[in-house]
């Protein structure tokens, strides 16, 4: 499904991969923002890109969108519209880490580090082992992401699976659009 049929009537959603096995279906996640009247844009960590490379080509038809996981030069106009809300999913352990401490060294997670002080709408459905998640800065991160408004989906990830072996029909991509219809709600 391409963006173009329903493209801009919810507005510009960008989608932000991380480099977690879930990241090789993101397509899916793509067709059901596309699907619920997203316009949608794909930006990339950059080792999610360095995973995504063979399918670059055919996310950005169906977004209608490059993909983007680097910053552009200074002076060159930016090649997406401004975004309406954020879905990042899958969301590493060194994503939410980095994002909950303002840390800014790639693309991806400056734009996510400034949609909280833009008040956008985010929705983040981590994806972590457990070893991960039982690490104290995590649920410090967790916390500092939820008080700065984010919303933290937990359950997208079959727990049984476990973060490493999660394939396209164990991640619950829908979560983090359903975090977002919840938000527009309250807001």
Known sequence: MTNSVSAGSRGVLYVVACAAPPALHV????????????????????????????QAAGLAAATGHPVR?????????????????IVVAPATSNTINKWAAGISDNLALGLITEAIGKR??????????????????????????QDAGVSVVSGATDTAAGADETAEHGFRW??????????GQLG
């Not at 397509?27 to 063979?54: H, K, N, S, Y």
């Not at 956008?120 to 992401?145: D, T």
């Open 27 to 54: 397509r899916v996640l793509l067709d059901q923002a596309a699907e619920r009247g997203w316009e949608v844009c794909l930006i990339a960590t950059p080792t999610a890109a360095v995973w995504l490379a063979d």
């Open 120 to 145: 956008l709408p985010i929705a983040v459905l981590p994806c972590v082992n457990e070893a991960q998640a039982a690490h104290p800065a995590f649920a410090r991160s967790i916390r500092e992401l």
């Open 69 to 85: 996981s680097a910053y552009k030069q200074p002076g060159e106009p930016d090649v997406l519209p401004p975004p309406d809300a």
């Open 174 to 183: 829908h979560l983090a659009l359903d975090a977002l219809d919840l938000l």
